[in-house]
């Protein structure tokens, strides 16, 4: 995969935009440095970027770009230039340098097509930061356009002419601080081929040139009739302005005279930078009815500076006198009331009315901010104190009701909270409100501040008054968004206050502070050592569980989501309200696995695992549920066994792999969300907050209409995120959000240091009705084979066996070796593929083993096509130089392959893959030695992160007996298998059947039968 760069490229008069690609690739090192310019080694030939551009972004049209080279100043070591995704070198003097490239060259106006195709905010690797930068710039230059903050402009050189352009217009203090922050995180690499210009200059001849190029295009596609323009200097000029060629053709005295005018016209425009005009707005006093303008001016740019009073201004030096002069007289075109304060030799201040007052605060304010000007307004009417200041209601927690809150209240119970009318933060009565509206004011004082009377809330409160209550109910999910910052409404009066006490303000400071949690320990039953952060998990899905709210557990893979679970479900029994069944809804894959984890850790509770054909239905379903503390079922099953499972009254609702509903459309989904529970958990390892689809549908699975309806939650949140990069949005949704998910990630240091630095797990998987159907056969027809066989005949009999049966709880194409699509066959392969697209969405590494370079070479081409990504295989075919490139990519390359596949023998030793950090052994040599040394090409010294290790077995089959084999002897089991798979192969004929033979009860088939 290559990574493309662009670098606006500013050397006066020459100005472009250079496109170039790189990727990784195996390069000699240098033995010492060139005298000349060195072609740099990972840059994309113009064939190869040509052809990457016309995958990356098809509708584009860069082939008539210009080829060009460019030299680039890059990090560089002794031996190379960095690759730029690569981390930096642990050893080694880094320095600049510089390399040439192959690349292309656009103009402005290709760059800037270019670059509104740059997805925004996208994490896609392949776009460099450099590149995702100027794409920002580029829809800065929209938002300029769309607010016309731009100007004409004549620019006069001696002997050269005279240059017609659109400049734009920086200043309102919003852009004078967007120019310094983009200058300010300009990424390094924006700089290498101009290293000499400084951030802010560079940004602001990006902006120049992308602007003019834009406006003039779109004035250049209706140009103006010459007709209708004037004459003189200033018709070749708005010619110009409207023409793809900047230059005029002539420079005569009467462009010179014009360019004069314009400087001038330009004037007051300009004054924003070192000096800034402003604006006090004071209320009346007393009884006063006037409000006053005060003139102010601030020097410097800092918007710290204190406002200088007029009086103080005039007795500075003339230069400031005359730029307070020119700012005055440009906001009285903004806003006309100024014009009456400028009557006087010195003006100070202008006075206005009520009515004027409220016109400058809706309608001059924003327009003289943006135009570049300083306005303060009095707290009570200031943007800050907006809603705090309008009328609304004050709400207060009712301790009476509200003291001794149930457990289990969930987010519809509705709680009583006494109210009162309030305006500018105070409360009022209704005989103030009335006396109030009466006056029909748009500004009004409480007490010692004014504040507005909005016509609307008015209409509001009345309509409130007629049909009021003593007092108000909410339900726990308004007072939650309350809490989190979420503006609610009462018909139509806005909630401008809201006070909690007691339990209700327990919950919020536990849920937006998750140290207020108490952990729970090892309840009694559990049979193991909860870590740490376990601990805390099971509190905070107990404390969630108490208030009959839904929770989302959202662990990176490996941390124990399941244990957890069990633990907080055996901490309900001791608590007594484990009173009703728990219906955990998995993937068929993992059934098996929940079984035997509940079984092992909590062996006091009564699991049931639903699926087959012969599984409960009707009033069976119902009695074995009343039964059972734990019911495992599959998704597949839920919309076939609806009924039956809506019968039931559940105490909880459990969701592993949660991302299976983030479909709301799908019927399985739908099926799920008809079922109640009085409490509802999703366990996931994929990061839901990051796929807002995804998000809205587990959310509202465990919390219905928390976040709203569908469409609702797409426009207030997705489409303003996901489109626009509206970080506003993205916080408010994160506030929302956050208390119902718990997120630890392995790379958190809290939680690293409460893991062992290897992490070993049997997944057991079950067969498929198919796999089941070839491992009976198999050993059928291999048992009548051994019985009738002696001696080495025997021998080889029973080790053929193995491998025969091996290759069916692999897959059944692997045993059979047709050509059919691998699809839903095998519950090994089903179970791998939901565990790696949790290793690749938190963007980490795999090596996956197997004895069969058959089976390799079959998982590499599905894995391949499953995944959307490349993936690399390594086996005894494998020439050096492959092998070499592949272990020199997989370890350097940031964009190399992240799943690895390697049989065996050919990959079991002599390796350093330290990049990964989770080994998937797919099929067992049975040996724990041989196993180990596989496990050793991760787990050695070069490692930085904790390493997981998953042992597949088959469910119901010898690999399920031999590994418990290998369990119950763990301390001797080198001795005991040292020989391989031979030791198998002196089993008596009974042994090998107790065995071989199928455990029926484990079988799993995707339709689960009728």
């Known amino acids: 995969m290559a990574i493309l760069h662009g670098n606006w490229v500013h050397q006066p008069p020459r100005a472009g935009f250079f496109l170039w690609a790189e990727t990784w690739r195996q390069v000699p090192r240098r033995r010492k440095r060139d005298e000349q310019p060195a072609i740099h080694p990972y840059a994309l030939d113009l064939a190869e970027l040509l052809q990457h551009l016309s995958e990356q972004f098809p509708v584009l049209q860069l082939r008539t770009s210009k080829p060009a080279s460019q030299t680039l100043v890059l990090p560089s070591t002794l031996e190379n230039v960095l690759y730029s ?33 740059v997805p925004l905010g996208s994490t896609d690797t392949s776009i460099g930061n450099d590149l995702r930068f100027w794409s920002q710039c580029a829809r800065w230059v929209l938002d300029l356009m769309v607010r016309a903050k731009y100007l004409p402009s004549l620019e006069v050189h001696n002997g050269d002419g005279a240059v017609a352009r659109w400049r734009p217009l920086l200043d309102s203090a919003g852009d004078q601080a967007r120019l310094k922050d983009f200058a300010a995180r300009l990424p390094d690499a924006c700089r290498s081929a101009t290293p000499e210009v400084a951030p802010v200059d560079l940004v602001r001849s990006f902006l120049e040139a992308v602007l003019d190029a834009r406006v003039r295009a779109l004035l250049s596609s209706e140009p103006p009739d010459p007709r209708t323009l004037p004459g003189g200097a200033v018709r070749p000029w708005l010619q110009a302005l409207a023409s793809p060629q900047p230059q005029l053709r002539a420079c005569d005295a009467a462009t010179v005279e014009l360019s004069e005018i314009l400087s001038s016209w330009e004037a007051p425009l300009r004054y924003q930078g070192r000096v800034r005009t402003g604006f006090v707005l004071e209320p009346p006093e007393g009884a006063e009815r006037s409000w006053a303008l005060n003139f102010k001016l601030r020097l410097g740019d800092d918007p710290a500076a204190p406002l200088l009073d007029a009086v103080q201004v005039w007795a500075l030096p003339g230069d400031e006198q005359e730029t307070f002069l020119a700012g005055l007289g440009l906001a009285s075109r903004i806003f006309a009331p100024i014009e009456r304060g400028l009557l006087v030799p010195q003006p100070e201040r202008c006075t206005l009315s009520t009515p004027e007052a409220f016109q400058f605060l809706k309608a001059a304010t924003w327009r003289l901010r943006e135009s570049g000007f300083d306005v303060l307004l009095p707290d009570s009417l200031s943007e800050m104190g907006a809603l705090r200041n309008r009328l609304g209601l004050k709400l207060e927690a009712v301790s009476g009701r509200n003291a001794n809150v149930s457990p289990g209240l969930g987010m519809q119970s509705l709680l009583n909270f006494r109210w009162e009318l309030s305006l500018g933060g105070q409360p009022i009565s209704r005989e103030q ?55 609610q409404t009462i018909a139509g009066l806005p ?13 919020l400071e536990t849920l937006t502070d998750q140290r207020k949690l108490k952990p729970i320990d090892e309840p009694p039953g559990f049979r193991g050592t909860l870590r740490p952060y376990q601990k805390l998990g099971v509190g905070w899905l107990s404390f969630l569980q108490q208030w009959g709210l839904g929770a989302c557990l959202a662990d990176d893979m490996g941390l124990g989501k399941t244990i957890e679970m069990i633990a907080m479900l055996l901490h309900l029994k001791a608590r007594q309200e484990l009173d009703g069944p728990v219906l955990l809804i998995c993937p068929t894959s993992v059934m098996g696995n929940w079984e035997r984890e509940v079984r092992k850790f909590a062996p006091e509770l009564k699991v049931h695992v639903h699926h087959g054909a012969r599984r409960p239905k009707g009033r069976n ?33 459990v969701l592993d ?10 019927k399985q989904t739908q099926a799920i969300r008809e079922l109640t529970a009085r409490f509802r958990i999703a366990l996931t390892g994929t990061p839901v907050e990051n796929r807002l689809a995804e998000l809205w549908s587990i959310l509202d699975f465990l919390n219905p209409g928390y976040l709203g309806a569908r469409n609702f939650f797409q426009r207030r949140f997705a489409v303003p995120i996901e489109k626009y990069g509206d970080r506003a949005s993205a916080n408010a949704l994160r506030a929302l959000v956050q208390p119902f998910i718990l997120r630890r990630l392995k790379s958190d240091p809290q939680i690293i240091q409460d893991l062992p630095e290897k992490q070993e797990t049997n997944v057991f998987c079950p ?58 066959r095998s519950g090994k392969l089903r179970r791998l593929e939901e565990m790696l697209e949790e290793v690749l969405a938190d963007e980490e590494r795999a090596l996956i083993f197997t004895q069969f370079a058959e089976w390799g070479h079959l998982l590499q081409a599905h894995l391949s096509r499953q995944l959307g990504s490349e993936v690399f295989f390594l086996f005894g075919g494998t020439s050096k130089n492959q092998r070499e490139a592949m272990i020199d990519r997989f370890q350097r390359d940031p964009q190399a392959p992240r799943i690895f596949i390697l049989s065996l023998k050919a990959g079991g030793v002599g390796l350093n893959l330290t990049r990964a950090n989770h080994v998937f052994h797919f099929d067992r040599w049975w040996n724990p030695a041989v196993e180990n040394q596989a496990t050793d090409r991760v787990f050695r010294i070069g490692q930085t992160k904790n390493v997981q290790v998953y042992k597949f077995v088959c469910t119901g089959t010898l690999e399920e007996r031999i590994s418990a084999l290998i369990e119950s002897k763990k301390a001797l089991a080198e ?26 009860s484990e079988i799993v088939d995707t339709d689960e039968g009728e």
């Not at 050893?91 to 390399?99: D, H, S």
């Not at 001795?975 to 029926?1000: F, H």
């Open 85 to 117: 995704a690569s981390p930096p070198p642990e050893t080694g003097k880094v320095a600049l340098e510089v390399w040439v490239v192959e690349g292309l060259w656009l103009d402005a106006p290709q760059a800037f097509e270019l670059l509104l195709n």
């Open 433 to 487: 409100f009335e006396r109030l509206a009466a006056t029909a004011e748009p500004l009004v004082k409480v007490d010692s501040a004014w504040v507005e009377l909005r016509p609307q809330d008015v209409r509001a409160a009345r309509k409130f008054f007629e049909t009021r209550q003593d007092q108000v109910g909410l339900s726990l999910e308004h007072v939650l968004r309350l809490g989190f910052g979420d503006a």
């Open 495 to 507: 909630i401008v206050n809201f006070d909690s006490s007691g339990p209700i303000q327990q919950l």
């Open 621 to 653: 379903f119902v009695e074995m549920a009343a039964r059972t503390n734990v019911v495992v079922s599959s998704y597949a099953l839920v919309q076939r066994d609806s009924r039956d499972l809506k019968r039931v009254e559940w105490l909880g609702l």
């Open 657 to 666: 792999e949660a991302q299976n509903i983030k479909n709301p459309e799908a």
């Open 767 to 824: 067969l498929t009705a198919e796999q089941a159907a070839l491992y009976e056969r198999v050993v059928n027809e291999s048992l009548t084979k051994i019985e009738s066989s002696t001696g080495i005949q025997r021998r080889g009999a029973v080790l053929a066996t193995l491998v025969k049966l091996k290759q069916v709880c692999n897959h059944p194409s692997h045993y059979l070796g047709d050509a059919e699509p691998l699809g839903e």
């Open 975 to 1000: 001795q005991v298998v040292s020989a391989g798979e031979n030791w198998l192969s002196e089993m008596s004929t009974d042994q090998l059947r107790q065995l071989l033979v199928l455990d029926r």
